[in-house]
């Protein structure tokens, strides 16, 4: 009798941990998409910041000339 209640008590234990890790998972990956879009507007900003610089630098260039 013993060698059928483990693997059921083993099942009840188990059964709503992995509920809760696979939903965490689930909100970790969407969590991780979401770094990555904002990841990607910085870097965006970013360039558009250089590009304005440089210009900048290069009309000052331009006018000590």
Do not use: C, F, Y
């Amino acid at each position: 009798m013993e060698a059928i209640l483990v693997p059921i008590v083993v099942a009840v234990i188990t059964g709503p941990v992995v509920v809760v890790l696979n939903r965490l998972r689930s909100e970790n990956t969407s969590q991780h998409a979401e770094s990555r879009d904002l990841l990607q507007q910085v870097a965006d900003k970013v360039d558009s910041v250089g590009t304005k610089l440089d210009e900048h630098i290069g009309w000052h260039k331009g006018k000590d000339a």
